[in-house]
């Protein structure tokens, strides 16, 4: 393969997406369920997957020294091999000792903190290597790639964990052979990113400075960003816009694999892996991109309502599902949650408009906008609790509950009038 060919943006976009994806699929969505595999509690399982997104609401402190390392290409390469070394000692763990979740945590914690150096690293390298135009001739390759791994990574590795169990009678076992196939598949990609990635043409126009500083200059902006006009009351809509979503967002895995004497569904994990990694996370991204399209049809004022609407109804589905249980019917699973994760994925391109306003569109190139920090803070609290919520109220009331918060967050909306506030910004 010439060299030109070997380093082609159709060569590494993909390869760097799947290997920024892979960990964070696993960091995001297999943790938990690991978690819950091993014997932790609702409400610790949801609290220790919670405290998980730390590290993306944190990575913004981070964005100026990340900007100023210099050779971008290096430090993919560095935390690659970090994450990779993370997770090989997490398959020598499962596989040599008997596993305890806060040591798992705390593995996945590491991991977490190096996905999110990574994500920002990855963002810079692509926006130092391409131009605007070129940006966005590639910028369905990148979204492609992106999804796909989440797919293959959430959705069909815990299918094979499902079967791994049955093989080997051992959740351990089962774990740790999952824990190897992620390993080594990113060791692929780590290998492929050293030979297809090549130093920024363009040279770096920062100059160097301490990690305290650039903390410091991050919260200044905080700062700023506070004292923005009408910031609190945006924040604040922001907040119960996505609260329906964030009390969801871990309890409907909770709901699949809890038993049928418990409120549950009784899932195995072949069936959470089917339902929810891979047609949920096709219908999210589907979702997404029809929410994009009618974004750049229509008139930001005229699609508001058609947003905020369906993101704070999803929770709907499994009010029906709890209602009216699905036992043994994988048909009607898998068309509630492509409904749920649907509406998800569609009313979720409305946060964009909050971010812009709040942080003056510094985070305007965001693809999953989960992991903008501002979004994934006002999100953080309830995903902590909503565990500890479903263990006290049951999943009828837990998710009749949650449906109740839509009209909350509609009536915060109006009454703080911030849909006149960001059409106006």
């Known amino acids: 393969m010439s060299e030109k060919r070997r380093h082609s943006p159709w060569f590494w976009i993909p390869s760097l997406c799947a290997a920024e994806e892979i960990p964070s699929a696993m960091v995001t969505y297999v943790a938990l369920l690991m978690f819950i595999q091993f014997g932790q509690s609702n409400a610790m399982s949801s609290l220790l997957g919670g405290l998980l997104f730390l ?12 900007r100023n390392a210099g050779c ?4 993919i390469h560095i935390v690659e091999a970090c994450i990779f070394v993370c997770l090989y000692g997490t398959t020598l763990y499962l596989d040599k000792f008997s596993p305890n979740t806060l040591v798992l945590f705390a593995i996945m914690f590491v991991v977490c903190f190096f996905c999110a150096w990574h994500e920002l690293l990855a ?16 910028n369905k390759t990148k979204i492609f790639a992106s999804q796909s791994t989440v797919v293959l990574t959430y959705g069909v590795l815990i299918i094979v964990v499902g079967f791994a169990e049955v093989f080997f009678r051992s959740y351990r076992k089962a774990w740790a052979m999952e824990s190897y196939l992620v390993a080594g598949v990113f060791l692929f990609f780590l290998i492929l990113n050293f030979l297809v990635l090549q130093n920024p043409r363009i040279h770096n126009p920062y100059r160097h ?4 500083h650039a903390v410091k200059n991050e919260i200044h902006i905080v700062e700023r960003i506070r004292q923005k006009q009408y910031s609190f009351r945006v924040i604040a809509s922001l907040f119960f816009l996505l609260l329906p979503q964030a009390l969801m967002f871990q309890t409907r895995v909770f709901f699949l694999m809890s038993s049928v004497k418990t409120g549950g569904l009784g899932c195995s994990i072949q069936d959470v892996g ?4 891979t047609i949920g996370v096709i219908a999210f991204s589907i979702g997404v991109t029809l929410g994009r399209m009618f974004i750049d049809r229509y008139d930001y004022g005229r699609m508001f309502w058609y947003m905020a609407i369906p993101l704070t109804l999803s929770p709907m589905c499994y009010v029906f599902m709890s209602q009216y249980p699905v036992y043994d019917d994988m048909q009607a699973l898998c068309c509630m949650t492509f409904l749920a994760q649907l509406c998800f994925g569609f009313g979720l391109n409305i946060c964009m408009y909050f971010v812009h306003y709040i942080s003056n569109e510094r985070y305007r190139n965001t693809i999953n906008y989960l992991y903008v920090p501002l979004v994934a803070g006002a999100m953080l609290v309830p995903m902590c609790v909503s565990g500890f919520l479903t263990d006290i109220l049951g999943f009828k009331t837990f998710f009749l509950i949650d449906l109740a918060c839509a009209p909350v967050a509609w009536l915060v909306i109006c009454v703080a009038k911030v849909k006149e506030k960001l059409h106006t910004s």
């Open 123 to 138: 963002k810079m390298y692509y926006n130092r290597m391409l131009f605007p135009r070129q940006q966005l001739l590639y």
């Open 274 to 277: 089917f339902a929810q990694g």
């Open 55 to 66: 590290p993306w609401v944190m990575k913004s402190y981070l964005r100026s020294k990340v």
């Open 209 to 212: 400075e301490s990690l305290i």
């Open 72 to 75: 971008f290409k290096k430090h």
